[in-house]
């Protein structure tokens, strides 16, 4: 039994059309305690998506029927299975504010949320860096090397940590190691360590948690969870509380990767946001 914090749902334009309720009796079957809904927030209104699919997150228009439909299974599956409505933020350096904005507009609605970076501006241009191994390479070409686009990744998320959001703050900070999803196809020479070490104490000194992302383990080019298993002995050495998530973008996929996640780690259910209800 264990509690999977971040779900995707069919409000996912780059995801499945699997229904909520399809989630959830998978959910069930697997022994799952309870699912957080952390379905991609819109992205700021003036901010262009640059995924070449235009498909990183769902509409803004969409947010109360997402809403409206969690609190609907809420209530048909209470008996089963614990559900918290959630959002996985984007933190996008140039639009905090806008941010802010919709936390404050969603966050009465909200029992969870997980604070992720994936897009990156270099040299003047933004970037899904996770949307293939095209476009991440070339952001290392815009860059100049690929140590370059793990520093700025870093950097991103450091700045995530740090920013205070005042109305309602995401206590989760995503796949800290996402910059590694091509890791077998752009080999890194370079130590990341150090960047690990500010970035884990920064979330220590918060009070936040992490997201033990296990979706790396089934991409063709990573092959470990975000963050690997060193990275995980160094958090809980500093306590922090650590989240699974399966990061599923289809019923299937949930507790995918769990086998590999490190059984010594004492995973939690998520945290509740600071202000939320």
Known sequence: MYYDGHVHTPFCPHGSDDSFEKYIERAIALGIKGLSFTEHAPLPKNFEDPAPAKDSSMQYADLNSYFQKIRDV??????????????????????????????????????????????????????????????????????????????????????????????????????????????????????????IDHILHKISQRGMSLDYNSAGVVKPYCGEPYPPSWIIKEAQKRKIPLVYGSDAHSAKGLGQGFEQIEPYAKLTSPLLLDGAK
């Open 74 to 195: 809420k209530k048909t599956y209470e008996k089963f299975i614990t559900i918290q409505t959630g959002l996985e933020i984007d933190f996008i350096e140039g639009y905090e504010w806008e941010t802010e904005q919709l936390l404050r507009e969603v966050g009465p609605e909200l029992d969870d949320a997980i604070l992720s970076v994936h897009f990156l501006n270099i040299e003047g241009k933004y970037y899904c860096m996770d949307y293939d191994e095209n476009v991440f390479e070339e952001m290392i070409k815009r860059s100049g090397t690929l140590a370059s686009v793990y520093k700025q990744y870093f950097t991103a998320v450091e700045k995530s940590i740090d920013y205070p959001f005042i109305n309602v703050q995401p206590l989760r900070i995503g796949h800290i190691t996402l910059a590694k999803k091509f890791q077998k196809l752009f080999s890194a020479d370079f130590s990341i360590e150090e960047d």
